[in-house]
Nanobody, 123 residues
Framework: QVQLVESGGGSVQAGGSLRLSCVAS???????MGWFRQAPGKEREGVAS???????TYADSVKGRFTVSQDNGKTILYLQMNSLNPEDTAMYYC??????????????????WGQGTQVTVSS
């Protein structure tokens, strides 16, 4: 069973930065991976996604501010978040989907999920 463990969340002031990490274990084969977030009372939304071959896609709300990357061993997924604002406050989740697939921000396309890490941005 694939396991995903997120870390790096915390509380920052508007304009600050955080880097989230997602450590993946028990991975075999190819996976696309993504970052999602869910604020209280809102639906889970895709933030950034990266395919096995390196293609990426971002939500319009984070383009130019967030960057998704992966280590060479493809076992750690990162999300560098800059210029944070209060609207970015949410629980952030890492997800993985097996296969040689393009990136996608659709939560329903992911099979495995982490437990989440909280990001809080104050004004």
């Amino acid at each position: 069973q694939v396991q995903l463990v997120e870390s790096g969340g915390g509380s920052v002031q508007a304009g600050g930065s955080l880097r989230l990490s997602c450590v993946a274990s028990r991975f075999y084969g190819n996976y696309r991976m993504g970052w999602f977030r869910q604020a209280p009372g809102k639906e889970r939304e895709g933030v950034a996604s990266r395919s096995t071959y390196g293609a990426t896609t971002y939500a319009d709300s984070v383009k130019g501010r967030f960057t998704v990357s992966q280590d060479n061993g493809k076992t750690i997924l990162y999300l560098q978040m800059n210029s944070l604002n209060p609207e970015d406050t949410a629980m952030y989740y890492c997800a993985a989907d097996p296969g040689w697939l393009p990136p996608t921000l659709l939560p329903g396309h992911y099979k495995y999920w982490g437990q989440g890490t909280q990001v809080t941005v104050s004004s």
